[in-house]
């Protein structure tokens, strides 16, 4: 159950896209659909951004996007807006039938 | 309106116990997949144990399995963690969530505030 792995941290301007990858292997992101963003503002529960590679939630803004090739999984944020500052966890189903989180991307908006 | 409120939380020394709960509303409780995620201070987001939904599998984060316990009381929409032998490293805020429509496979889409375990001497 190793954790997957993501950047750090990433920035962008106001406007700009962003991209945050998540690279996994073929026990987990490979072999499944099942991949899942999450946002977490300072003090606050994860968010729910993105399940199943890229579906959106209800009440998701379209300017968040989700992909998938191969072992990694994308996030794409669109027209990056102040309120996207915050932190983003990816995650994957595994073949042990557990969930894998990444280690946390710092999304900085400039 | 769906909601989870998890309590039990608190200092414990190392090799002690807690129960943690987490009360959930809103939602057909007994047929949904739901885990538990913890976070230590500063650090990312840590899957820690699963119940697969009606079929009720139970599935642990290696860091945890032997230690820590997942349960529910479909009668009362409450779902715990007895979590036995602490170790400093399982200081963490504790978030119970459940999954999109109840599905184990899809992503966690309501989460309860958090419920912190100080494990120390």
């Known amino acids: 159950q190793s954790a997957l792995t993501q950047p750090a941290s990433v920035s962008g301007s106001p406007g700009q896209s962003i991209t945050i990858s998540c690279t996994g292997t073929s026990s987990d992101i490979g072999s499944y659909n099942y991949v899942s963003w999450y946002q977490q503002h300072p003090g606050k529960a994860p968010k729910l951004m993105i399940y199943?590679?890229?579906n959106r939630p209800s009440g998701v803004s379209n300017r968040f996007s989700g992909s998938k090739s191969g072992n990694t999984a994308s996030l794409t944020i669109s027209g990056l807006q102040a309120e996207d500052e915050a932190d983003y966890y990816c995650?994957?189903?595994?073949?042990?039938?557990?969930?894998?989180f990444g280690g946390g991307t710092e999304v900085t908006v400039l | 309106e769906v909601q989870l409120l998890e309590s039990g939380g608190g200092l414990v020394q190392p090799g002690g116990s807690l129960r943690l709960s987490c009360a959930a509303s809103g939602f057909t409780f007994s047929t949904y997949a739901m885990s538990w995620v913890r976070q230590a201070p500063g650090k990312g987001l840590e899957w820690v144990s699963a119940f697969t939904g009606s079929g009720s599998s139970t599935y642990y984060a290696d860091s945890v399995k032997g230690r820590f316990t997942i349960s529910r009381d479909k009668s009362k929409d409450t779902l715990y963690l007895q979590v036995n032998s602490l170790r400093a490293e399982d200081t963490a805020v504790y978030y119970c969530?459940?999954?999109?429509?109840?599905?184990?496979?899809?992503?966690?889409?309501?989460w309860g505030q958090g419920t912190t375990v100080t494990v120390s001497s």
């Open positions: 969530a459940s999954f999109v429509s109840g599905y184990y496979y899809y992503g966690m889409d309501v």
């Open positions: 995650s994957s189903y595994t073949s042990s039938g557990s969930w894998v």
């Open positions: 199943d590679v890229s």
